[in-house]
């Protein structure tokens, strides 16, 4: 990987292909998650990024069941 590609990325001016994500991450020793979480997080081996809670679901009440579908 080009450095000249690697600092438009860290200047925001290039937008990384998975490949290239792939590239970094691997460099650094890292998943390709952990460069998309917010910075601090710390993914430990065999765990997953935490699941996002839109907000329309956020407000269900827990245990509802949910509506059957027509068959």
Do not use: C, Y
């Not at 937008?15 to 590239?23: A, E, I, R, V, W």
């Not at 991450?25 to 998650?33: E, K, P, R």
């Amino acid at each position: 990987m080009r450095q000249a590609l690697v600092s438009e990325i860290e200047a925001e001016k290039a937008n990384p292909t998975l490949l290239s994500l792939h590239k970094i991450a691997s460099a650094l020793d890292l998943q390709v998650a952990e460069l998309l979480l917010p910075q601090g997080t710390v993914l430990t081996q065999g765990t997953k990024p935490p699941a996002r809670v839109r907000k329309k679901d956020a407000k269900k009440r827990p245990g509802r069941p949910l509506k059957s579908l027509p068959r």
